[in-house]
């Protein structure tokens, strides 16, 4: 019995770890920065000035019961029409995550679509870079390489290990 929660503590341990981790980075992207989700508003400039990465958030303020959000298909965006739609959000202070790499669609289903309430964005992938993936070792085919890591080189990595390790104590 003390075993069984031991585990299940340990596992908590882990996923919040790594919870932790993984959205420790994400940007909450605010559709129109200080303008808002208002007719009239070029948001392919806006887009177009946004690096998006699966895990940030697409955020939406608007006046509610005058504006919303849908999430539609190209088909649907080029055409403000509800084609495809997989997301209807109304409450005026939307948060909407992306978590897939992709292109994304959202309109104003109220009839402002045509007045530019419109937004198509794609979403990439985080390159974790050199800090989680080191360098290849230095080798024959790989000589300028270095074999030493900087202290804190792997902080992803290492709040894992912490929390296997603590869950490994506890299940002992």
Not at 30 to 42: E, L, M, Q, S, Y
């Amino acid at each position: 019995m003390a075993a069984s929660k031991a585990l299940m503590l340990a596992v908590g341990v882990v996923v919040v770890a790594g919870c932790a981790v993984g959205l420790s980075g994400a940007t909450d992207h605010i559709v129109g920065a200080n303008r808002g989700w208002n007719p009239n508003i070029n948001y392919s400039s806006w887009s177009a000035n946004q690096t998006f990465y699966a895990g940030d958030l697409i955020s939406f303020r608007y006046q509610k019961g005058t504006h919303n959000v849908f999430k539609v298909n190209e088909t649907g965006y080029d055409n403000c029409t509800m084609d495809g739609v997989t997301g209807n959000w109304t409450s005026g202070k939307d948060f909407i995550p992306l978590p897939r790499p992709g292109r994304y669609f959202f309109i104003c289903g109220n009839g402002f679509c045509q007045s530019g309430m419109k937004v198509a964005i794609t979403v990439g992938i985080f390159d974790l870079g050199p800090e989680i993936y080191p360098p290849p070792a230095p080798g024959a085919d790989n000589p300028s390489t270095s074999a030493s890591f900087t202290a804190g080189a792997w902080p992803a990595a290492a709040a894992v290990v912490t929390a296997l390790g603590a869950a490994a104590i506890l299940v002992i």
